[in-house]
């Protein structure tokens, strides 16, 4: 439940950034920002083409909807 609420708080961030035309870089630290202000620890943010498929959960979009931000969470190193 708790990542659930995440992404929705993430991807209402990512609705205005895309609104405002915010840079990807902007919008990344951002995001970073408030992850790490809500714990989150091990977890990757790529920025990449619209176009391109992934598994990866879409945070965010930027430069005007030509780039999109991944958020995916790293494996637990044992």
């Excluded at 609420?5 to 205005?16: C, D, N, R, T, Y």
């Excluded at 958020?71 to 637990?76: F, G, K, Q």
């Amino acid at each position: 439940m708790k990542n659930v609420i995440l992404v929705i708080g993430l991807f209402g961030l990512s609705f205005a950034a895309n609104a405002s035309g915010m840079s990807c870089e902007d919008l990344k630290a951002k995001i970073e920002k408030k992850l790490d202000g809500k714990g989150v620890k091990a977890y990757d943010l790529q920025i990449v083409a619209r176009d391109l498929l992934s598994k990866s959960r879409n945070v965010g979009s930027c430069e005007g909807g030509k780039k999109k931000i991944l958020y995916e969470r790293a494996t637990a190193v044992k």
